[in-house]
C-alpha cells in the first residue's frame, strides 16, 4: 500500500527535514540521486522538489512507511465540541503508536 504519492504529497522544508530523520544531507541526497546542497536549499525553504524529485521523495517516504498513520479522518466530527475533539485526537494518537511502537521505543 503506496503511503504518500506525488500527487498526494506537497514536500515542504519540514516534511523533507522528517524524512530525512538521522541521515544526514549527503546521505539523503545519495538515496534520492541529487547533491547535499539541494537537500539544503529544499529544507532551508530556498526552493522545493520539482516534479520528479517530489516522486522520488514519495517513493522513498512509501519504501519507509513515513507517515503511515497519519491520516485525516472525522475531522467535522472532531471540530464540533473541543473538548470531545480533544479526547478523540489523543485516542486517536494513542492508538497510532499502540500500533506502532518500534517508532517511540527508546525516546523517553
Known sequence: MAVLTEKEQTWDSALIRDLRGKRTQSEFGQALGVPKNTVWRWETGRCR?????????SDLAS???FLADWRVFNSLRIM????EGSREIRELFEESLERNPQKTAGKE
Open 49 to 57: 522538489p520539482d516534479e520528479n524529485h517530489a516522486k522520488l521523495l
Open 63 to 65: 519504501r519507509e512507511d
Open 80 to 83: 464540533g465540541d473541543l473538548e
